[in-house]
């Protein structure tokens, strides 16, 4: 049996999907577009795999940043993070912002009437990166669906896994650059993931100066998610822990060193540069 959990956003457990046209569409609802992981050999073709079936995780791995998109509930969990936010001011969604220290995801920007910045919370999404390909698992599905016959990509028997080390370590990495510059503005940076890549920094790191009872006053905070199945088979993720630190906390669980200074105008006219009705955040 296939360890595709979902593919291009539908729960592979669901008896009520045209898969022939699913799989045609490649379509992604949650970034409203062709699905952006395509493979390499063929780059018209977009692999899909949103989520897996690894060990003991019963509701899967994610392995895709958009995936955790779903009803954009992560923007609405970081919104008590705008403290200058009030009833009348636009909410925006900006992507793939450039900051010193790195780019930053999102960004969640609160405007006045005149669409000027009142307030902002960088968000950073990570997944669990694999190792090996996932393509032969994506095909086995869809010979079980009926859609492909049994060729040398099903037949391989060399498994993926998940590189867990890596992808902890990167992330960790890559807040310490970015979280000196949101510190320096009195800003926050939130890390959305899942809870069992948070499960295997606890084990990894030293956790125990990170909070669990998150405080506003820090500027670091980690958002934890779960991924449940619900009655109809589909699949939902949900927040189930968030933590908090600061700049000081980041450097403890590394010991690196990284400066990025910039000044509050510069960040405003970056982020009010991006800022149109596409942007507008709506549910």
Sequence with gaps: MSKISELFTVSGLSTEQDWQTIVSNQYCHYIGRKCLKNR?????????TCTVKYGKELGGVIICPHRLLERKQIFMDCIHLLSNHEPGNELHILPE?????????YFIVSTNA?????????????????????WPE????????????????????????M???MTAKTT????HHKIETFENLGKHLVLVIQDCLVDYMKKEFSFSHISNQPKLGDSMHFHSYSLSMQKNKSYKIGLKERYSTDRIGISKLLGLQAKANIE???????????????????I
């Design 40 to 48: 390499k050999s063929e780059p018209e073709i977009s692999i899909g």
């Design 97 to 105: 912002v450039t900051i010193p220290g790195g780019c930053v995801d």
């Design 114 to 134: 005149n669409r000027k910045v009142q307030d902002f919370v960088g968000i950073e999404l990570q997944t669990l990166d694999t190792t090996g390909t996932v």
């Design 138 to 161: 994506r095909q086995r599905f869809l010979k079980e669906k009926g859609l492909i016959d049994a060729n040398a990509d099903t037949q391989s028997v060399k498994p993926f896994g």
């Design 163 to 165: 590189n867990w080390k």
């Design 172 to 175: 960790l990495v890559q807040l």
């Design 264 to 282: 509050l105008e510069v960040m405003l006219k970056i982020l009010e540069a991006k800022i149109s009705d596409k942007t507008l955040f709506t």
